[in-house]
């Protein structure tokens, strides 16, 4: 029996309301995640998740 291991984690593409620049985040990240341009704050930690304070372009596989 062969056991297959499922990724539950993904990368996300979120977009900057302030500024619209896009950036690539972790969908299980444990630091906050700052916009590279303007420095507001995109992601926010929540217990092994986040929250996402931005627009989500894509969800990468």
Known sequence: MEMKQCMTS???RVVCPRCGNK???F???S???KCVSCNRLL???RGGKI???AWVRE???
Do not use: A, D, N
Request: proline share 0%.
């Open 10 to 12: 993904r990368f996300v």
């Open 23 to 25: 950036q690539i985040v």
């Open 27 to 29: 969908g299980k990240s």
């Open 31 to 33: 630091m906050k995640v």
């Open 43 to 45: 992601v926010k930690t």
């Open 51 to 53: 929250r996402i304070r």
């Open 59 to 61: 969800v990468l596989q």
